[in-house]
T-cell receptor, first 115, second 117 residues
Framework: AQTVTQSQPEMSVQEAETVTLSCTYDTSESDYYLFWYKQPPSRQMILVIRQEAYKQQNATENRFSVNFQKAAKSFSLKISDSQLGDAAMYFCAYRRPNTGNQFYFGTGTSLTVIP | GAVVSQHPSWVICKSGTSVKIECRSLDFQATTMFWYRQFPKQSLMLMATSNEGSKATYEQGVEKDKFLINHASLTLSTLTVTSAHPEDSSFYIC?????????????FGDGTRLSIL
């Protein structure tokens, strides 16, 4: 299985401030896909943002953006203007290309937003 | 709206019984679905890949005789936990990719909370 590592089990941020969640992964493949998912207390998995490894441009989705460093195998998530509704577990995920297309998840980061 | 439906959402049963969990893709066909297990405050662990019309592919360490997977149609995969014991209690989640392109995300069911007494 692929290894996806999130080194921050817990993070907190003040409302309206910016926070960055880190993710690193281990792969020998050159073409793959990376995702960030959010899991609120309801435990529903919600897609936050995705990145194709062949694209150099970092993906952005409104207040969410990534810093993708392919050589370093790093894929961090930046949340700007944090809102109370952003509080959740965040999982970084790696998708194997073509062969089975399995997803492998990191260990997760629990984000608390302080009002 | 939901694109993947998972049922039941919560089940409590006695030790030794078998429990079936259904995962349905809504309005799209899924030749592949995935089953995950999640312990409290932990990550999703891929258990197996469910393949329509063929045998499931299990991850290392997952007992295929304990966790039976059947993908009988292009919209339905089932996970049966056989002879369940308290250590099988967990949160089980299924997912399906919307389309075959690699950048398509997984769409997840809402999960099943399984409690074995």
């Amino acid at each position: 299985a692929q290894t996806v590592t999130q080194s921050q089990p817990e993070m907190s941020v003040q409302e309206a401030e910016t926070v960055t969640l880190s993710c690193t992964y281990d792969t020998s493949e050159s073409d793959y896909y990376l995702f960030w998912y959010k899991q609120p207390p309801s435990r529903q998995m919600i897609l936050v943002i995705r990145q194709e490894a062949y694209k150099q441009q970092n993906a952005t989705e409104n207040r969410f953006s990534v810093n993708f460093q392919k050589a370093a195998k790093s894929f961090s998530l930046k949340i700007s203007d944090s809102q109370l509704g952003d509080a959740a577990m965040y999982f970084c995920a790696y998708r194997r290309p073509n062969t089975g297309n399995q997803f492998y998840f990191g260990t997760g980061t629990s984000l608390t937003v302080i009002p | 709206g939901a694109v993947v439906s998972q049922h039941p959402s919560w089940v409590i049963c006695k030790s030794g019984t078998s429990v079936k969990i259904e995962c349905r893709s809504l309005d799209f066909q899924a030749t592949t679905m995935f089953w995950y297990r999640q312990f409290p405050k932990q990550s999703l662990m891929l258990m197996a890949t469910s393949n329509e019309g063929s045998k499931a592919t299990y991850e290392q360490g997952v007992e295929k005789d304990k966790f039976l997977i059947n993908h009988a149609s292009l919209t339905l995969s089932t996970l049966t936990v056989t002879s369940a014991h308290p250590e099988d209690s967990s949160f089980y989640i299924c997912s399906a990719p919307l389309g075959g392109r690699g950048n398509q995300p997984q769409h997840f069911g809402d999960g099943t909370r399984l409690s074995i007494l």
